[in-house]
């Protein structure tokens, strides 16, 4: 008998904790799709909310809950978090077997610098190869973007304490707070860039290893710079997203002055003696937002859940001239585009209506619903999980949108393997990801516990 503990919910996610069971004796396998193109059947999974107990498995015989992400390495290889497992699992593209090469399916922090298999996890969400080959790895709750070394197997972490705030802007990246980190890409120059979700920012981590704000709210640093202008009413005490006083707001003030190197700052005292604050004061401005199109990135803003009950937003990609970043301006519900060498951050899908709408003319002009993953086709379309419209749709390089999988705006549901992409049903699709190579397109679809794979 499967077993499943319900111990905490998120939106449409997260919300079940299974013990280890092994699979049914008798699992049919899917239909083909060989030599069909634009058909879509399952890779990875059968449908069951479970715990893997084994190695090994056929990939279509493999227990999983709730997929989330995935990426293809140029072998062919499939890489995918096994999301409420904590897990981070691999379908060999010679065997079709799967193996798990981080974390025990316990959730914590536990096993840096030891062998990922041992460590534990708290819900990962996304990875990304780096040039050397390892594997990086967004650990959403851990608060941390960790390393696997796929040689040794070994995991380490390389970017942020662990602790969920915002701190650390202008030194190394391990010194970092964070807070929720969902995404990360690296550029051509070897830049890391991270979604740190509920601080709605994109920040980055350069070849140096400082980390430092890309996109988003700005605040004084702990370094006492100004580094854009915070939320602060006419008495000069910080305010939240609706402008009411934060938590002991009354208590800080900031006052311009001139920094040791000469440039203008501002010291933070405590009323009413005066005594300088040694530390950045905690109140973080996470203000969800829309603007600066046309303008600078370091203006805009961004709209991610940050509350208890958030999903992963904000997924990012690169397009392949390392000109473009892409990313899911998820609570928005639009697509954004930063071009990398002028800094102007643009929309290119969705008219800021959580809806479904618009399939076959302009993109801009189109309902999106919590759009949560991205990725691009070989002549520069690009895919986007529709999460809450089940489906994924397709921009092409003229800006029109159409559906490439799924029912859009319909309930949701499993079925249509061995046919047409868009006659089948996903339910809550939460990653994409394309095989460079041979074009195929992996689909997460997190809530019927199955990846699936549309042929080009």
């Known amino acids: 008998m499967r077993k499943i503990l319900v111990v905490a919910c998120s939106l449409v996610a997260a919300c079940e904790t299974v013990v280890p069971v092994s699979p049914p004796a008798a699992i049919p396998q899917p239909p083909s799709c060989a030599g069909k193109s634009g058909c879509i059947t399952t890779v990875i999974g059968y449908g069951a909310n479970e715990l893997p107990v084994e190695m090994g498995a056929l990939g279509y015989k493999t227990p999983m809950s709730h997929p989330l992400d995935l990426t293809v390495a140029t072998n062919g290889d499939v890489y995918f978090v096994d999301w409420n497992n904590h897990m981070i699992r691999v379908l060999d593209a010679k ?8 974390g025990t399916g316990e959730i914590g922090d536990l096993g840096s610098g030891g062998a990922a298999v041992k460590a534990r996890l708290n819900h990962p969400t996304d990875m990304h190869f780096a040039a050397d080959g390892s594997l990086l790895l967004a650990s959403w709750h851990n608060s941390k973007i960790k390393k696997i070394d796929l040689v040794t197997g070994v995991i380490t972490d390389v970017c942020g304490t662990g602790a969920r705030s915002f701190g650390g802007d202008g030194g190394p990246a391990i010194k970092a707070v964070l807070d929720l980190p969902s995404a990360l890409v690296i550029d051509a120059k070897g830049t890391l860039y991270i979604a ?42 910080f305010v939240d997203c609706k ?32 005594a300088e604050v040694a ?48 990313l ?16 102007i951050i643009s929309t290119v899908a969705g008219n800021g209506t959580a809806a479904y709408a618009g399939d076959g003319g302009p993109a801009l002009a189109a309902s999106l619903n919590a ?21 994924i749709r397709k921009v092409d390089p003229l800006g029109k949108i159409t559906t490439f999988a799924g029912t859009c705006g319909s309930k949701g549901g499993f079925e249509g393997d061995g046919a047409l992409a868009t006659a089948a049903k996903l ?5 994409i990801a394309v095989d460079r190579k041979s074009g195929r397109v992996f689909i997460a679809d997190t809530r019927n516990h199955r990846i699936r794979a549309v042929e080009p």
Do not use: E
């Open 95 to 102: 065997t079709q077997t799967t193996r798990t090469i981080a």
């Open 196 to 237: 740190d979700q509920a601080n709605m920012r994109i920040r980055t981590v350069d070849t140096a290893d400082k980390i430092t704000t890309y996109l988003g709210d700005r605040w004084v640093t702990d370094t006492g710079k100004k580094d854009g202008v915070a939320k602060i009413d006419d008495k000069s005490r």
């Open 243 to 274: 402008g009411t006083p934060t938590a002991d707001a009354d208590k800080f003030q900031l006052v311009p002055t001139v920094l040791a190197d000469g440039t203008s700052g501002f010291k933070r005292f405590v009323n009413p003696a005066g």
């Open 279 to 326: 530390m950045a004061i905690p109140l973080v401005n996470k203000c969800p937002s829309f603007g600066g199109d046309g303008g600078a990135v370091a203006q805009a803003g961004v709209a991610w859940q940050a509350s208890q009950s958030a999903i992963p937003n904000g997924k990012m990609a690169i397009d392949k001239d390392n000109d473009l970043l892409y």
């Open 328 to 343: 899911a301006d998820s609570m928005n519900h639009r697509i954004r585009k930063i071009d990398l060498k002028t800094g």
């Open 371 to 391: 759009p949560l993953d991205l990725d691009l086709l070989a002549d520069g379309s690009l895919i986007i999980a529709d999460t809450f419209n089940h489906c």
């Open 427 to 431: 339910k809550h699709p939460y990653g």
